[in-house]
């Protein structure tokens, strides 16, 4: 039986809790933990400090949905999916201004705060870029004062936890809720019912309307819990509200007296089961149905609450644009322009015309793939099983579409093929982003380049109808977390020099350039580097058992795992460069550090089997006396946001290689490029932007462009290619001669056949040797290390627009029409809360709104 240390209480214990914050720790501590100073656990001091933290934030979050409600401002609904949130103690003590004074009177204590937030699991609400978009918006909302409010669903276990065994992924369950987390309220008053399958009743109504009945339908509860959102700097606590699941009966008693144990449970099971995992395997028809059913579990649960709030204040329902925005992240949440006009003509009983300009003048949509294959479809016999009366619904909608088409383009078929909402072939279903264009009054990309190949390539047809209602709005990542909170070296450097306006205006990183030649600052920086450096490599070490070089060029590609994002060639460049220094061990490479960190799709045995290549490429590297104080390869397993604030710090390299005209923006390009990295990339998503605001000499650019991958396609043989370069088709010939795995030599052969039998769709080879020109130019400038410290420091300096509240800001003044409400604390609430930017009002009789 294990016992628990004990330890005495330390002698600075009364000066540590004059801070209010340490008072309302050590409470929670007794009261919420039940435990004595000498008892508690390090899983104690986290969750007891959470809610220290979230005790002054609900304050906040109080006042701010009262002052919503009083002044009856347009609110804006962000409906996503994913939220790939991360870890929040950090985070929040920095937003509100907490975080020095909390580490100095914990250490009073003898707790490290940094171990307690290390405690902290990561939320599994999200798994890639879209995700953590979405995350980084909501921060940028409540730091601009802006009245959204994000929608999700509360998924009991993430994407997967990634384990490496033998370099081949496996997947285990991510239990993030294992122990709960602090930062959620259940708001059990607000479970909204969710009908699911059942038949439809042909009706009229007193009028002589048709009104169908959807009946003998399943029901499905959703349970609502909020997790608070606090802005850097201000009063605003927004709420991102997450559904889950639940049995509309949970217990069949008769069935359980009846011996039928299971049984009596079954529906609780089946129901939960819509909220259990983030993404399904959708390989099986079981998998598509539960998708489905996770999508529409989460728009019905969603506009039911949003219509509840506003009926509260109006009894009609056209000033619904004038009072509510809703926002599709992606075209997930697509079902929710069928389902308001469900709740508007079946359950309020609009007509059609009214309801359809209605929800229109509502919804948003925004764009995130230029790849045909990723944009949704959902067969219309699942659809029509599902949800009888939304495929009615849509059906309705794509009628009436095709007419307006008719009227402009007569006789035109072959258009009005391309733009239908439904799909004929190779089954009849229907297309999510064809029902979100023609849903909504505004459709944007997420980076310059992406937007206009919407325009051209991807929905031209929609583009030629509605030309303005394209738009772009580039993507963006909030300062808060992705500098000053996981880079405090550098962070604290810059506000010894420019102050600490930058934190909420990143513009103000400009100041910077006037220090990119200052020796004095160029050591400082490089400092900071090393520190950051050294943390990751500490990391490395305990974690993984290996040792890194801190004076190594880290050289970091980190991303979820698809063909189109080229892992594959970046380790390509590794074998060559192995090859290199077997070759010429007196060459002048610089010792460099290679770092992976991707999961790749349970069902995706592609990117499963470039995973598995790279890691037996590092073991094979790690394990060469010869060459192992130059090369080092890692793949870094389960990588997750709490890795990358520990990752991308410590870089020096970003690749941002994909194909061009393949991403859509990406935002780990701009992370990386936030601090200090320089990037080694393509013409593609934000990489355009980026290197034009950074400057073309701080960026290592290769590749063919967008409109080239376009032309050479047809016409393009890898085989030449092979055949003309000695190093490539040494390198690929090493996939196959054992050289990386001598018990299975024949395990990369599928690799050696995409890239030269299968036509190389990524176009790999054909931009491989402008590649290794590139990394050439990357070891060059290494050696300069003024040079590179300059250019990294211009980085820096010129990422400022890729910030989110610029991006959120967009979204606010040309999409959503919302502008910052100001949040008053009250006097006696305020008194007990540490200081903000924002205003402040006399106390007054304090009555919650709940939202």
Known sequence: MSTRPRKSRPSSTTAATRNPLIARFLHHLRFTQGEAWVTATPHDHFVSLALAVRDRMIDRMVATQRTYHRRDVKRVYYLSLEYLLGRSLRNNLVCLGLYESCREDLAKLDIDLERVCDLEPDAGLGNGGLGRLAACYLDSAATLQLPVYGYGIRYEYGIFEQEIANGWQVEHPDYWLRFGTPWEVPRPEFTTAVRLYGRLEDRQDKQGRYRPAWVDYRTVMGLPYDMPIVGYGVNTVNILRLWSARASHVFDLAAFNRGGYVEAVREKAVSETISKVLYPS?????????????????????????????????????????????????????????????????????????????????????????????????????????????????????????????????????????????????????????????????????????????????????????????????????????????????????????????????????????????????????????????????????????????????????????????????????????????????????????????????????????????????????????????????????????????????????????????????????????????????????????????????????????????????????????????????ALHALTDGTFNSDRPDLFAPIFDWLTHERDFYMIMADMESYLAAQDQVDARWHDTRGWARSAILNVARVGYFSSDRAVWEYATETWGVKPIAIRVPAQVRSHLPPASGPTEPTPAIATVKS
């Not at 230029?370 to 944009?375: C, R, S, Y």
């Not at 909030?478 to 010894?496: D, F």
């Not at 970046?570 to 220094?581: G, S």
């Not at 710090?649 to 200090?676: C, V, Y």
């Open 282 to 730: 959708d390989e099986l028809e079981s998998g598509k149905e539960l998708r489905l059913q996770q999508q529409y579990f989460f728009v019905a649960c969603t506009l039911s609450d949003i219509i509840r709030r506003y009926e509260k204040t109006h009894d009609h329902y056209h000033k619904l644009p004038h009072k509510i925005a809703i926002q599709l992240n992606d075209t997930h949440p697509a079902l929710a322009i069928a389902e308001m006009m469900r709740l508007l003509i079946d359950e309020r009983g609009m007509d059609w015309d009214p309801a359809w300009e209605i929800t229109q003048k509502c919804f948003a949509y925004t764009n995130h793939t230029l790849l045909p294959e990723a944009l949704e479809v959902w067969p219309v016999s699942l659809l029509g099983r599902v949800l009888p009366r939304h495929l009615q619904i849509i059906f309705e909608i794509n009628k009436r579409f095709l007419e307006q088409v008719e009227l402009r383009w007569p006789g035109d078929s072959e258009r009005q093929r391309d733009v239908s909402l439904v799909q004929e072939m190779p089954e009849k279903a229907i297309r999510m982003a064809n029902l979100s264009i023609v849903g909504s009054h505004s459709v944007n990309g997420v980076a310059a380049l992406h937007t206009d190949l919407i325009r051209s390539r991807l929905v031209p047809r929609f583009a030629e109808m509605w030309p303005d209602k394209f738009i772009n709005h580039t993507n963006g990542i909030t300062p808060r977390r992705w500098l000053r909170a996981c880079n405090e070296p550098l962070s604290h450097a810059i506000s010894e020099r420019i102050g600490d306006d930058w934190i909420s205006n990143l513009d103000d990183l400009r100041k910077l350039e006037a220090y990119a030649d200052d020796s004095d600052f160029q050591d400082r920086f490089i400092e900071a580097k090393v520190l950051n450096k050294q943390r990751f490599a500490d990391w490395c070490r305990r974690r993984m058992g290996i040792q890194l070089n801190t004076n190594a060029l880290f050289d970091v590609q980190v991303k979820r795992l698809h063909e189109y994002k080229r892992q594959l060639m970046n380790i390509l460049q590794v074998i060559m460069r192995y090859q290199r220094l077997l070759d010429d061990p007196g060459c002048d490479l610089p010792p460099r550090v290679v770092l992976f960190g991707a999961k790749a799709a349970p069902a995706y045995s592609r990117a499963k089997l470039i995973i598995k290549l790279i890691n037996d490429v590092a073991y094979t590297i790690n394990h060469d006396q010869r060459v192992n104080n130059r090369l080092k390869v890692l793949f870094v397993p389960n990588y997750c946001v709490s890795l990358a604030e520990l990752v991308i710090p410590a870089a020096d390299l970003s690749e941002q290689i994909s194909t061009a005209g393949m991403e859509a923006s990406g935002t780990g390009n701009m992370k990386l490029a936030l601090n200090g990295a320089l990037t080694i990339g393509t013409l593609d998503g934000a990489n355009i932007e980026i290197r034009d605001a950074v400057g073309e000499e701080n960026f290592f650019l290769f590749g063919l462009t967008a409109e080239q991958v376009a032309e050479q396609r047809p016409t393009y043989d890898p085989w030449t290619i092979y055949n003309g370069s000695e190093r490539i088709s040494r």
